[in-house]
């Protein structure tokens, strides 16, 4: 499967190569662009399915993602599981659940995202589910590039493990060939 998934980002144009600023501060010569992807409900669907087959047959009440790739995902995979979606944003240094959103003590919670390259989106989001008593049953993932195996203390799944190289910008190889730093999503 792993296969047709990297399919599916190249056919896409998803995967990037040059010198990007990731949302982690870390710089990296691949970028994921998950919305080449997610501008597409057809594929966006097929990929939430794996998901949730993975965590089917466990009790769901709620699926969340940190915004904002995670919005989508949490709908579409909460539509598949037939449980509610909601998501977090960020406050300050934290994700918060705003617009209303409840989680009621005790309901469990399936975190999803899209591509996660060190894990602090997930780790907030497992945070503000906890702050609402929220029980955190597992996370899934479009991509897993990190370099080292994430440890949540949770089930988790990733459509693909692709690890990518990510450097502190004080050590960028990049940096120091002074190739051009591009910040994916920023204006031009």
Known sequence: MSDEVLEIFKTAGAIKEGHFLLASGLHSPVYWEKFRILQHPHLTER???LIAQHFQGQEIDVVAGPTTGGIILAFETARQLGARSIFAEKKGEA?????????TPG???L?????MTKGGSLRETISAVDKLGGIAIG???LVDRSEENPDFNLPFFS???SPTAAYSPEECPLCAAHI??????ASS
């Open 139 to 141: 996370i899934g993932v």
């Open 159 to 161: 459509c693909l493990r």
């Open 47 to 49: 990929l939430c399915r």
């Open 180 to 185: 051009p730093l591009v910040k994916p999503g």
């Open 107 to 109: 309901e469990h919670v």
């Open 95 to 103: 994700r918060v659940f705003r617009r209303d959103f409840e989680i």
């Open 111 to 115: 975190i999803v995202d899209d591509i």
